[in-house]
């Protein structure tokens, strides 16, 4: 066997004997665990999802439920939450910037859309704030034609939606974060 070839089952052996000794630390975030602590799972099935309060009926309520529905899958899948040892208070600003104008019609072909949200978790059981956060989300919608409204109001409706999903997966993995790491 030739020199290169040794050393390089050397280092192979090497790093397999570094894997092997750093196996043991992995441990999957949402495992069950073996000292008797609660899961993750259960931990996120805790946290109680107040209404967002906005004004009945309006777009912004809309979103609210859209993005408390949307995190109340993530939190509790298709299972409603355990009793409740936290609250996750939010609260959410909207904006709509055109990007593209069309120069003959001075429409918009292109737009953004964005939510800005801050939210509090706060314990039950001391009814003080454990963790607060911001987060947002930004996407961009193509309106086709200048003249099509119908397919404008949907192209819309769609950002929004798409932007509520990405807030909710920010705030979800963050909640997990907290959960898991204790800060």
Request: net charge positive; with cysteine; charged share 20%.
């Amino acid at each position: 066997m030739s020199l290169a070839r040794t050393r390089i089952v050397a280092r192979l052996l090497a790093v397999a004997a570094l894997a092997a000794l750093t196996a043991g630390c992995f441990q999957p975030m949402y495992a069950e665990r073996a000292d008797g602590t609660p899961a993750l799972r259960e931990k996120l099935m805790g946290v109680e999802l107040p209404p967002i309060d906005k004004p009945n009926a309006s777009r912004d309520a809309r979103l609210g439920v859209e993005i408390r529905n949307a995190l109340a899958f993530k939190l509790y899948g298709n299972a409603t939450g355990s009793p409740p040892t936290h609250r996750l208070v939010m609260k959410f600003t909207t904006s709509r910037t055109s990007l593209i104008v069309d120069p003959s019609t001075g429409l918009p072909s292109n737009e953004d859309y964005g939510i800005d949200l801050q939210y509090n978790l706060i314990d039950n059981a001391t009814n003080k704030s454990v963790m607060t956060g911001t987060t947002f989300s930004r996407v961009s919608y193509d309106i086709p034609g200048s003249y099509q409204r119908f397919a404008r109001a949907r192209a819309f409706r769609d950002a929004e939606d798409r932007a509520c999903q990405e807030v909710a997966e920010r705030i979800q993995t963050r909640l997990a974060s907290f959960f898991y790491a204790g800060s």
